[in-house]
């Protein structure tokens, strides 16, 4: 991506590295080459010849990618959620996605592309059409592409923040190449993923620069929520809407959790351990997933996340008073995971339970709680994945670590 400023343009993966400073984009296609200087630039495409890419305008207002005060961007992005989130369910819940008349066309199942965060979100968006009663598999796109599965009658959905993931792309392009509709689900106008699939769902979390994805999670879970409830209106019965009508309240439930949680208290409590299990059940892996990746992308500390049910397959082994557990409860499957936690605590691990607060069972028997506000248990996981960003964020802030800028990675993907 071109970024052109006034006397310096910029050369990016995506845009939000250079949208402090220029609001205009060229986006570069495969094999255009760029001959870039301060007062002008000029682009060839793969045969040699002039190439005449149009400047487009985006939308985001600069100071959005301002850290305006904050340490890190990661926090403020945090924090921006009932905003992000605001914006993402906008008009949706009463007009729906604005989907083209073709994409669901023909659709009986739906195979959701994606990689590290993005693939946690596309977790949930199966979960949730598998609990609609539609076929649905989310795959990582690395691995989609090895043995694709068949694609008849798919909708194939690409999750992807930046939409510039060379991994979801590939998978995305063997999708097309196999016959299926593609749809993206992105943060960025005009990013690779939604010029080439069929139809795109913007999921308007505005600007995330920080490497860590927060608010870019809870913006896919919302809108992966609205797509599947579309999804299954077409090819099961249509869902009962109370999940639907209680969208609304998703943004001031997260301030709720923003404004009271304990995770800064209790980050430091469970720091310099060997590792760090999150459990989830259903709808809860996703955010047990997310939480573990998280937390370990920024710590640099050992963290899994995985279904509770597997804890006694192997993972238990590893389980002793130096592993703190992080129990996620949606609010459904309790019994399961307070199972799950004596079963944890007998062998002297720390449990802290990420419930809702009406879930008093959870909560008196786990060793300490970061609670949110019940809400849809359909929605609860946004909930408890903003307690475990916080977690995550004040353990890598205790620790000293590069927040914003883990070592290692990067904020779009751009090689297999
Ligand atoms: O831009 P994408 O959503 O396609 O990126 C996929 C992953 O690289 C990304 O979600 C990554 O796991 C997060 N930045 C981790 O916080």
């Known amino acids: ?50 190439a005449d890419r149009p400047v487009e305008t985006i939308d985001w207002a600069p100071e959005a990618a301002e850290k305006g005060g904050y340490d890190h961007y990661m ?67 690395s691995e989609y592409s090895v043995y694709p599965p068949p694609t008849e009658n798919v909708l194939v959905v690409g999750v992807t923040q930046s939409g510039e993931t060379a991994d979801t792309l590939e998978a995305l392009s063997v999708a097309g190449e196999r016959g299926a509709t593609r749809l993206a689900v992105t943060n960025v106008v005009g990013s690779s993923a939604a010029r080439d699939c069929d139809d795109t769902v913007f999921i308007r979390a505005g600007p995330e620069i920080g490497v860590a994805a927060t608010k870019t999670f809870s913006s896919q879970v919302a809108t992966l929520y609205l797509l599947a409830r579309e999804v299954a209106s077409v090819v099961t019965d249509p869902p009962a809407a109370d999940a639907l009508n209680g969208m609304a309240e998703l943004p001031e439930a997260v301030e709720t959790v923003l404004d009271g949680s304990r995770a800064a208290r209790l980050a430091d409590a469970y720091l310099g351990e060997d590792g760090h299990f999150f459990l989830g059940r259903g709808n809860g892996v996703p955010v047990a997933m997310e939480g573990a990746l998280k937390f370990k992308e920024i710590t640099y500390e050992h963290a899994e996340g995985f279904p509770a049910g597997e804890l006694k397959h192997g993972p238990l082994a590893l389980v002793t008073e130096t592993t703190p557990v992080f129990a996620v409860c949606t609010g459904r499957d309790a019994g399961k995971i307070e199972s799950a936690i004596r079963e944890v605590q007998t062998r002297g691990a720390p449990v802290v339970a990420i419930a809702p607060r009406t879930m008093t069972d959870i909560v008196e028997v786990a060793d300490d709680a970061l609670t949110v506000p019940a809400v849809h248990p359909d ?31 990067a904020k779009s993907v751009t090689v297999e």
Do not use: M
Request: hydrophobic share 40%.
């Open 1 to 50: 991506v071109l970024g052109v400023g006034a006397g310096a343009n910029y050369l990016a993966s995506d845009v939000p590295a250079f949208v402090e400073f220029t609001e205009r984009v060229v986006y570069l296609q495969d094999g255009d080459v760029a001959v870039v200087r301060p007062d002008d630039y000029a682009i060839t495409d793969r045969t040699g010849a002039p």
């Open 75 to 141: 926090f403020k992005e945090i924090q921006e959620q009932p905003v992000s989130l605001a914006q993402t369910i906008e008009g949706r819940v009463e007009s729906g996605l604005d989907l083209s008349a073709e994409t669901l066309t023909g659709v009986e199942r739906v195979q959701f592309v994606a990689c590290g965060t993005s693939y946690h979100a596309a977790l949930y968006g199966a979960h949730q059409l598998r609990s609609w009663g539609v076929e649905a598999t989310a795959h990582l796109a």
């Open 379 to 409: 929605l609860t996981p946004i909930l408890t994945n903003v307690q475990l960003q916080l977690l995550a964020y004040h353990a890598a802030s205790s620790l000293g670590r590069s927040i914003d800028k883990p070592r290692n990675l």
